[in-house]
């Protein structure tokens, strides 16, 4: 699976968009991007998935570069409930199920 | 009603002692995942089983055995503990192991070897 590079922090003011960036340069073609998150002491939570075209659902945006190469979380209206650990992991629907969590981001939404 | 859960959800024990995780998850998933987060917050992936079965064995001691009554349980026992067996230990489970599926994490058990 390839490998992705986050930002280690990062701050969002309550009630505005927070954009979490990620970087995969050398994902292959057959690999999608994930991302997790981590809100303290709790297990980590399934957010959104995606290929090549952009993403939406209840909790979050996904936007993919053209060249996938790169992607950003968009939490369109973040609350202090969002501060938590952002994880993007990019794996092949091919694999086992394995997830390989990087260092990720921690967003703290500030009041 | 409690997805995946884990008991205990703390344990404190002595070097060298033996002791055993529980998970159960009531979704129906296939698949179950045990996971481990150090102190520098690490989260890597351990066990995997798929209807029972081991899919996944990443490089962990011995000391560490899975075991896998029926497909809504995966225990673990860890023999002969050590120190640097202090971590949380997640459970997680999925429809299957392959596709999309969303891992859904159990609440964490944090270890502690004295």
């Known amino acids: 699976d390839a490998k992705t590079t986050q930002p280690p922090s990062m701050d969002c003011a309550e009630g505005r968009a927070a954009n979490l960036p990620c970087n995969h340069s050398?994902?292959?073609?057959?690999?999608?991007v994930y991302w997790y998150r981590q809100i303290h002491s709790q297990g980590p939570q399934y957010i959104i998935h995606?290929?090549?075209n952009n993403e939406t659902n209840e909790m979050a945006s996904l936007i993919i570069t053209e060249d996938r190469k790169s992607s950003t979380l968009i939490l369109p209206h973040a609350t202090l409930r969002d501060t938590a650990v952002y994880y993007c992991?990019?794996?092949?629907?091919?694999?086992?199920?394995?997830?390989?969590f990087g260092q990720g981001t921690t967003l703290q939404v500030k009041p | 009603d409690t997805a995946v859960s884990q008991t205990p959800k703390y344990l404190v024990t002595q070097m060298g002692n033996d002791k055993s995780i529980k998970c159960e998850q009531n979704l129906g998933h296939d698949t179950m995942y045990w996971y481990k987060q150090d102190s520098k917050k690490f989260l890597k992936i351990m066990f995997s089983?798929?209807?029972?079965?081991?899919?996944i064995n990443e490089t962990v001691p011995n000391r560490f055995s899975p075991k896998s009554p029926d497909k809504a349980h995966l225990n673990l026992h860890i023999n002969s503990l050590e120190l640097g067996d202090s971590a949380v230990y997640f459970c997680a489970s999925s429809l299957a192991s392959g596709g999309h599926n969303e891992q859904f994490f159990g609440p964490g058990t944090r270890l502690t070897v004295l």
């Open positions: 050398t994902i292959s073609g057959n690999e999608y």
């Open positions: 992991i990019v794996r092949a629907s091919s694999n086992t199920g394995k997830l390989i």
């Open positions: 995606g290929l090549k």
């Open positions: 089983y798929n209807n029972k079965e081991l899919i």
